[in-house]
């Protein structure tokens, strides 16, 4: 009997606090917005990307970089080459330093089996403007693995 008078008034000092801190609406209108973001107002600035101004746009800064295909590479004494398949359906010769891409992408090294092009994007961000490089590698037969040398290319003059 103890025991349950204990019990009805614990019951009764609970469901007064609870009540009193329960928030009078319990309707959608008390609910949270799921899509709204907990930190910050929720306003969220569009990323842009800038592309360089033409200065002297060669033919293969029309394209992305992953759009080209390598075709064949040369190496030897009298230099680094590789040839690309462009979407446009020509083929066009690469050495160390040639620009590709639109992004202001260069080639940083041509091996046995890839080519390597850095490039340097840049995106506007509110008034800010971010700028993030990065490597890309076209390799000469993309289904065979980095480790395994590639069939389809010429040593000259080792």
């Known amino acids: 009997m103890i025991r349950t ?3 009805a008034g614990f019951l009764c000092l609970f469901l007064s606090v609870y009540s009193a801190s329960a ?3 319990t309707g ?5 917005e799921p899509f709204k973001p907990l930190v910050g107002n929720g306003n969220v600035e569009p990323i842009i990307p800038i592309l360089p101004e033409p200065e002297h746009h060669g033919p293969l800064q029309n394209f ?3 759009q080209l295909r390598v075709t064949g590479i040369l190496l030897g004494g009298l230099g680094t ?3 690309i398949l462009a979407p446009d359906g020509k ?3 690469l050495t160390l330093g040639t620009a590709v891409g639109q992004y202001e992408g260069t080639v940083s090294d ?3 089996n890839a080519v390597q092009v850095k490039e340097i994007r840049r995106f506007l961000v509110g008034n800010q403007e971010i700028q993030k490089e990065q490597e890309i590698s076209l390799l ?3 289904l065979q693995e980095r480790s395994q040398p590639a069939s389809r290319f010429v040593i000259l003059g080792r």
């Open 5 to 7: 008078k204990a019990l």
């Open 23 to 25: 928030p009078a609406e």
């Open 28 to 32: 959608v209108e008390a609910r949270r």
């Open 64 to 66: 992305e970089v992953e």
């Open 81 to 83: 080459y590789a040839t």
């Open 91 to 93: 083929t066009y010769m």
């Open 110 to 112: 041509i091996s046995e």
């Open 140 to 142: 000469l037969n993309p």
